[in-house]
């Protein structure tokens, strides 16, 4: 083979050959295509179009999934017994939007900026239309809105993480079939940020770093997690010394920020600063390690262990803040060391992940929907079904636990604390498992897929690989001068 050619298995990973989970199940029908097969391309139903329409069909069946609560007579705990809760369409009424209420203007919004502009943009509409007496039900036109839009950003993510793996585009079919994704889609506005954070990550990988920054920015000023991206950035500069297009990045990221949140601080402060506030103000949130502390079955009808339980005890929670930012710094450190010390240089999205993550598994709040956050980035840091799938799995578990845990709470208990608390470990293992692996291939690259079929390189990396990732697949011959 000529040297200028790639191998084929480069050109298009095909998962049966390559991920051996997915090979063992290829299995019952058949098995893997064999190296004499002849494959013979569809010039329509291409990878990336089948991953689309993969995406598309698994958000349709997500509102499905959340249609029995649409309408919003959720009596006798229909929300949990039917595993429908949302968000969008409770905070509909909680915030204000069915009485035409402006977010931050009229009323205190938890939620930053731009999220608090989406549900403006959309809700108020909604509420004129049904006071024109257009809508039967403007609570559900809002939830059946939103669904729509949301699921725009999830498909433009899952389009984004095709641009970046050309060469690999099932690695995107991960996120499209991803069982979270299912259930947690549309119970939060993640998804919006989810977008603007793929979108900002394709940007930089195609070396457009303001473009980059003005969607992280976006993304930031949607929901805080995007800004740890900016970590995995500044982990590469010390290791590479290429500073110039990150900097450019920081400088346009903070400024969109600012001028979103400028405005609306001005004018509205305590209602900007609401959302700084009640996050510090939280105390332990379901499901977290803490939770976990402070519930674990310990025989005979005890739970928990006293120190756990006492961190709560203080209203500011000051403590508490204290031991998971010091816990989470603890974190950043070791992954500074672990990029600055690999044999290779990590990949963009093995450290964004490993910090979003660690942001995560340390923190006192770790949302239902917060998955959606991980799974673009975990796609990107190890396309590997098993451990991905087991992850997935222990997240699902854990999504019908907890709304048996909410039932419970509201004096209809399902099963005993410990079954909920178990489930909150199963999810916290099955993602430090699954942390522990992205160290791995960062240890030793040989082990990392995403760089075989690269050759070495780092598809998102941008101006950290010597040139583009992307190279011609056959080098043209030289240009031969005609004879006079």
Same mark, same amino acid.
Not at 187 to 216: H, K
Not at 228 to 246: D, Q
């Given at each position: 083979?000529?040297?200028?050619?790639?191998?084929?298995?480069?050109?298009?990973?095909?998962?049966?050959?390559?991920?051996?989970?997915?090979?063992?199940?290829?299995?019952?029908?058949?098995?893997? /295509?064999?190296?004499?097969?002849?494959?013979?391309?569809?010039?329509?139903?291409?990878?990336?179009?089948?991953?689309?329409?993969?995406?598309?069909? =698994?958000?349709?069946?997500?509102?499905?999934?959340?249609?029995?609560?649409?309408?919003?007579?959720?009596?006798? =705990?229909?929300?949990?017994?039917?595993?429908?809760?949302?968000?969008?369409?409770?905070?509909?009424?909680?915030?204000?939007?069915?009485?035409?209420?402006?977010?931050?203007?009229?009323?205190?919004?938890?939620?930053?900026?731009?999220?608090?502009?989406?549900?403006?943009?959309?809700?108020?509409?909604?509420?004129?239309?049904?006071?024109?007496?257009?809508?039967?039900?403007?609570?559900?036109?809002?939830?059946?809105?939103?669904?729509?839009?949301?699921?725009?950003?999830?498909?433009?993510?899952?389009?984004?993480?095709?641009?970046?793996?050309?060469?690999?585009?099932?690695?995107?079919? =991960?996120?499209?079939?991803?069982?979270?994704?299912?259930?947690?889609?549309?119970?939060?506005?993640? /998804?919006?940020?989810?977008?603007?954070?793929?979108?900002?990550?394709?940007?930089?990988?195609?070396?457009?770093?303001?473009?980059?920054?003005?969607?992280?920015?976006?993304?930031?000023?949607?929901?805080?997690?995007?800004?740890?991206?900016?970590?995995?950035?500044?982990?590469?500069?010390?290791?590479?010394?290429?500073?110039?297009?990150?900097?450019?990045?920081?400088?346009?990221?903070?400024?969109?920020?600012?001028?979103?949140?400028?405005?609306?601080?001005?004018?509205?402060?305590?209602?900007?600063?609401?959302?700084?506030?009640?996050?510090?103000?939280?105390?332990?949130?379901?499901?977290?390690?803490?939770?976990?502390?402070?519930?674990?079955?310990?025989?005979?009808?005890?739970?928990?262990?006293?120190?756990?339980?006492?961190?709560?005890?203080?209203?500011?929670?000051?403590?508490?803040?204290?031991?998971?930012?010091?816990?989470?710094?603890?974190?950043?450190?070791?992954?500074?060391?672990?990029? /600055?010390?690999?044999?290779?240089?990590?990949?963009?999205?093995?450290?964004?992940?490993?910090?979003?993550?660690?942001?995560?598994?340390?923190?006192?709040?770790?949302?239902?929907?917060?998955?959606?956050?991980?799974?673009?980035?975990?796609?990107?840091?190890?396309?590997?079904?098993?451990?991905?799938?087991?992850?997935?799995?222990?997240?699902?578990?854990?999504?019908?636990?907890?709304?048996?845990?909410?039932?419970?709470?509201?004096?209809?208990?399902?099963?005993?604390?410990?079954?909920?608390?178990?489930?909150?470990?199963?999810?916290?293992?099955?993602?430090?498992?699954?942390?522990?692996?992205?160290?791995?291939?960062?240890?030793?690259?040989? =082990?990392?897929?995403?760089?075989?079929?690269?050759?070495?390189?780092?598809?998102?990396?941008?101006?950290?690989?010597?040139?583009?990732?992307?190279?011609?697949?056959?080098?043209?011959?030289?240009?031969?001068?005609?004879?006079?």
């Amino acid at each position: 083979m000529p040297p200028t050619v790639r191998p084929e298995h480069r050109l298009n990973d095909e998962p049966a050959t390559s991920d051996r989970f997915v090979g063992g199940l290829s299995e019952s029908i058949g098995g893997p /295509l064999g190296s004499h097969a002849v494959r013979t391309p569809n010039r329509f139903w291409t990878p990336a179009r089948v991953v689309l329409l993969l995406i598309c069909a =698994m958000l349709s069946f997500s509102w499905m999934q959340k249609s029995p609560c649409r309408d919003g007579a959720w009596a006798d =705990m229909k929300q949990y017994k039917y595993f429908c809760y949302t968000d969008v369409l409770a905070l509909y009424y909680a915030e204000g939007l069915n009485e035409g209420q402006v977010p931050y203007a009229d009323h205190q919004v938890e939620y930053p900026v731009l999220t608090g502009a989406f549900m403006g943009v959309l809700g108020l509409p909604v509420h004129s239309l049904g006071q024109q007496g257009a809508l039967d039900n403007p609570g559900q036109t809002f939830y059946d809105l939103n669904a729509v839009v949301l699921s725009a950003f999830g498909i433009a993510a899952v389009a984004a993480t095709l641009a970046v793996r050309r060469r690999r585009p099932w690695d995107a079919a =991960m996120f499209a079939a991803a069982p979270a994704l299912f259930v947690s889609a549309t119970v939060n506005w993640d /998804l919006f940020c989810v977008g603007l954070a793929a979108i900002s990550m394709a940007c930089w990988a195609r070396r457009r770093p303001l473009l980059a920054g003005l969607f992280l920015g976006l993304a930031t000023a949607a929901k805080f997690y995007p800004v740890l991206i900016l970590g995995a950035l500044l982990v590469l500069c010390l290791r590479t010394g290429k500073w110039k297009e990150a900097l450019a990045t920081f400088g346009v990221g903070a400024g969109t920020w600012l001028a979103v949140n400028v405005p609306i601080a001005a004018l509205y402060w305590d209602s900007w600063i609401k959302f700084w506030d009640f996050n510090s103000q939280r105390g332990i949130d379901w499901g977290t390690l803490w939770y976990i502390g402070a519930h674990f079955p310990r025989g005979s009808g005890q739970y928990g262990f006293p120190y756990f339980q006492n961190l709560d005890s203080d209203p500011e929670h000051a403590t508490l803040n204290v031991l998971y930012l010091g816990l989470f710094l603890i974190c950043c450190v070791g992954i500074l060391v672990l990029g /600055l010390t690999a044999p290779t240089t990590p990949r963009l999205a093995q450290l964004a992940f490993l910090i979003v993550a660690a942001f995560l598994l340390t923190g006192k709040v770790w949302s239902q929907q917060y998955v959606l956050w991980l799974i673009p980035l975990a796609v990107l840091a190890r396309p590997r079904w098993g451990a991905f799938l087991a992850w997935q799995a222990a997240e699902v578990l854990y999504f019908v636990s907890f709304y048996g845990e909410l039932m419970g709470a509201s004096g209809r208990q399902v099963f005993p604390e410990g079954v909920f608390v178990l489930a909150s470990i199963l999810r916290l293992v099955t993602l430090a498992v699954l942390v522990g692996y992205v160290i791995r291939d960062i240890r030793h690259p040989e =082990m990392d897929v995403v760089r075989d079929t690269y050759e070495g390189e780092d598809p998102d990396g941008g101006v950290f690989n010597p040139e583009p990732a992307e190279r011609p697949l056959i080098e043209p011959p030289p240009l031969v001068k005609a004879e006079a």
